[in-house]
């Protein structure tokens, strides 16, 4: 039987909580501890399939029973309850993109089915405390949290100094800055451990938002992940010898390419988008609302959708242009079935124009209302770049 180990302060809080989820107990039994240290005592003496965590707790919080785990039980799944109150902070839990945070009051129901779907991922790699290093920080930055974390694994070890939620200072080895952080980003399957701030505050070097940072981050790795997937050994792969034809040769490097593989290539770079948990469907627009390219998962009409959205954006376009605060790059619509996300990019000198030889697109990208928000706009913000080129 399956064993979920619950942690809060609050004692009526986890009595309600058992009594809730008692009609689930032929598929799992559940434990409970009042904080950070009791739940690792539990976990030393039986073996928990599931933790599920407050981040708010005394003696221990969330956050150190989460990067405890990351170290010690590292493809435990875990799911984490917290109470926010605001409009803009339940905005900022949705773009965490971590489909395993619950906002407190927690619906039994919800409950059950998130530690449901996390039982079936326990044991699967990549799933540490079922956070990456990205949404831990962004964990940290709702709370506005001041602390320094160890971030390491079998090639590489360093640092990284969070003040009042932002990332202010990061080292790997001898690299420092926005590279260092880059490089540990980049990093799998990394162990995360907290450590005590030194008595001497460290200077911040780095000065952009996290959500910057993650997104430019984000960018690198995939920018690697293509040159390392393009890039072929010379041994493996044999080239034709040299021909004296110089005419040959540069009548073909100068053919241009045809529509056919534009559209080959355009639909290759959407289909990166499918990745996301959430994906329903992704297309490129011209400005004028005509779609020149998509990839969908769904039965929407993408083309209509897409521009209605487009019109929403030039409409914010043309209020953002008026309240003299530049234009607008992007409307993020939240409706109750999906989240509609378009965006603009006008490499124009006049970004109110369209200009010959530079590219003006419009991306729409359609998400189920519980997808990966964050991952859809770092990933909204790496392919746009690439669809870009065919625009050119």
Same mark, same amino acid.
């Given at each position: 039987?399956?064993? *979920? ?5 609050e004692?009526?809080?986890?009595q309600?909580i058992?009594? @809730? ?5 032929? +598929?799992?039994?559940?434990i409970t501890?009042i ?5 690792l ?5 039986e073996k928990i399939?599931?933790?599920v ?8 919080d @969330? /956050?150190s029973l989460?990067?405890?785990?990351s170290?010690?039980?590292p493809?435990m799944?875990?799911?984490v309850m917290?109470a926010?109150a605001?409009?803009e902070?339940?905005e ?7 489909? #395993?945070?619950?906002? #407190?009051?927690?619906?039994f129901d ?6 449901l779907?996390?039982?079936q ?7 540490v405390?079922? /956070? ?5 920080l ?6 506005e949290k001041?602390?320094l ?5 079998? +090639?590489?070890?360093g ?11 990061a080292?790997? @080895?001898?690299?420092? @800055?926005?590279?260092?952080f ?8 990394v ?5 005590k &701030?030194?008595? #001497?505050?460290?200077?911040r ?5 996290l $959500?910057?940072?993650l $997104?430019?981050?984000m960018s ?6 293509? +040159?390392?997937?393009?890039t072929q050994p ?6 034709p010898p %040299?021909t004296?034809n110089t005419?040959?040769e540069?009548e073909?490097t ?9 559209m080959s ?12 948990? =959430?994906?329903?469907?992704v297309?490129?627009f011209?400005p ?9 998962t769904?039965n ?7 521009s209605?959205a ?5 409409k914010?376009q ?6 003299? *605060?530049?234009r ?7 409706? %109750?079935k ?12 006049d970004f109110s124009?369209s200009?010959a =030889? ?18 859809g706009?770092?990933? &909204?913000?790496s ?7 065919s625009f050119r």
């Open positions: 039987m399956n064993k *979920v180990l619950i942690v809060d302060d004692v009526r809080f986890l309600s058992e009594a @809730g989820l008692a009609s689930y107990r032929d +598929r799992f039994n559940v501890a904080n950070g240290r009791e739940a005592e539990i976990l030393k003496k399939d599931l933790l965590t407050d981040l708010r707790m005394p003696e221990m @969330g /956050f989460l990067a405890h785990a170290v010690t039980y493809f799944p875990a799911i917290t926010f605001t409009p902070i339940e900022k839990i949705n773009m965490t993109g971590t489909a #395993k945070l619950l906002e #407190k009051p927690v619906e919800r409950l059950a089915e998130a530690i779907e996390g039982l991922q326990e044991g699967k790699e990549g799933a405390a079922g /956070f990456s290093l990205a949404n831990f962004q964990l940290l930055s709702l709370e001041t602390c974390l160890n971030v390491k694994n079998d +090639r590489i070890d640092y990284i100094y969070l003040e009042q939620g932002e990332i202010a200072a080292v790997a @080895g001898t690299i420092k @800055g926005e590279e260092a880059y490089l540990l980003l980049a990093c799998e399957n162990r995360i451990i907290f450590k &701030l030194p008595q #001497k505050k460290i200077a070097v780095i000065n952009k938002p $959500m910057s940072l $997104m430019q981050g690198l790795i995939d920018e690697e992940s293509h +040159r390392l997937a393009t010379v041994a493996n792969d044999p080239q %040299p004296d005419e040959d540069e073909t100068n053919q241009p390419i045809n529509e056919g593989e534009i290539n355009l639909e290759e770079t959407l289909n990166k988008m499918r990745d996301i948990e =959430g994906f329903m469907a297309g490129v011209t004028n609302g005509e779609m020149a390219a998509q990839v969908t769904s929407l009409k993408l083309a209509e959708i897409g209605l487009n019109d929403v954006l030039l914010a043309k209020a953002t242009d008026v309240m003299n *605060v530049g607008g790059q992007v409307v993020h619509i939240e409706a %109750p999906a989240h509609v996300i378009a965006r603009c990019l006008n490499e124009a000198d124009q200009q =030889g530079k590219a003006h697109i419009h991306l729409v990208l359609l998400l189920a209302k519980d997808a990966n928000l964050a991952m706009k770092i990933k &909204l913000e392919i746009i770049h690439q669809v870009a080129e």
